[in-house]
């Protein structure tokens, strides 16, 4: 496991190592958030959400 940093799919604040405080596995990728109030938020919407996070290549 390896912990890279990432952006949160809901609000997209960017999280360096360790910075994330909730994560959640949907379809097979590992989506982390800044709170547990947006991991919640993912969850009320997760297409939406993964489908964002995988289409952004910037
Ligand atoms: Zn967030």
Do not use: I, W
């Given at each position: 496991?390896?912990?890279?940093p990432t952006?949160d799919?809901v609000c997209?604040m960017k ?14 990728r590992e989506?982390?958030f800044?709170?547990?109030?947006c991991?919640a ?9 993964a489908?964002?996070a995988?289409?952004k290549t910037?």
């Amino acid at each position: 496991m390896n912990s890279k940093p990432t952006t949160d799919p809901v609000c997209g604040m960017k999280l360096g190592e360790g910075a994330a405080k909730d994560f959640l596995l949907y379809e097979g990728r590992e989506y982390y958030f800044c709170s547990v109030g947006c991991r919640a938020e993912f969850e009320r919407h997760p297409e939406d959400y993964a489908e964002r996070a995988q289409s952004k290549t910037e």
